[in-house]
């Protein structure tokens, strides 16, 4: 089965650097990946995916992300951090509709 | 259009106690998801339900039951709550034609005491 891995559980920046937030994953087939933020007592919410095509993808509020198929790597980046980036963003992967794999998250906080 | 809707968003049990978790969603989405979140562990998958009148187990479904009473509702049911089972539980849904992408509501965060 696929899995992914996040690097980090806890990431901490200062408001105006940049961002990044690690993801690896492992799959047996070509994947479509996907980066979701949840903020506090909230569900999860979509920033980008990857189906095909384009390898970097541009999402919502300002983040992108490269699909690094050598590195096996989906790597989140924002190039300045807002203190409304401040939540937990989630890696998953997905080979088929009915098997999506989280990663454990990682909790980006954003200081003034 | 008020996407996926789950009731109620807290709830306490005490060991042994049953109850159901509601989920509705207004897309028309075919597939129908039910995951726990527990720290450190991401999201993990209980029960899916692929199409009207279909279900099937996850990741993690002993002490779950599920019901697609129709295409909008998929109800969590947990016979005997157990402390293991506290965490929030979060439904989701996906179109099922397109990307996988799944739309995720508010949660429901559920002790047992």
């Known amino acids: 089965a696929q899995s992914v891995t996040q690097l980090g559980s806890h990431v901490s920046v200062s408001e105006g650097a940049l961002v990044l937030l690690r993801c690896n994953y492992s799959s047996s087939v070509p994947p479509y990946l996907f980066w979701y933020v949840q903020y506090p007592n909230q569900g999860l919410q979509l920033l980008l995916k990857?189906?095909?095509?384009?390898?970097l993808v541009k999402g919502i509020n300002g983040f992108e992300a490269e699909f690094k198929k050598s590195e096996t790597s989906f790597h989140l980046t924002k190039p300045s951090a807002h203190m409304s980036d401040a939540a937990e963003y989630f890696c998953a992967v997905s080979i088929n509709n009915n098997d999506m794999r989280f990663g454990a998250g990682t909790r980006l906080t954003v200081k003034p | 259009n008020a996407g996926v809707t789950q009731t109620p968003k807290f709830q306490v049990l005490k060991t042994g106690q049953s109850m159901t978790l509601q989920c509705a969603q207004d897309?028309?989405?075919?597939?129908m998801y039910w995951y726990r979140q527990d720290p450190g562990m991401g999201l993990r998958l209980i029960y899916y339900?692929?199409?009207?009148?279909?279900?099937d187990k996850g990741e993690v479904p002993n002490g779950y039951n599920v019901s697609r009473l129709n295409k909008r509702e998929f109800s969590l049911r947990l016979e005997s709550a157990a402390p293991s089972q506290t965490s929030v539980y979060f439904c989701?849904?996906?179109?099922?034609?397109?990307?996988?992408?799944?739309?995720f509501g508010p949660g429901t965060r559920l002790t047992v005491t």
């Open positions: 339900s692929a199409s009207e009148g279909t279900t």
């Open positions: 990857y189906t095909t095509g384009a390898t």
């Open positions: 989701a849904s996906t179109e099922a034609k397109h990307s996988y992408e799944q739309y």
């Open positions: 897309m028309n989405h075919n597939s």
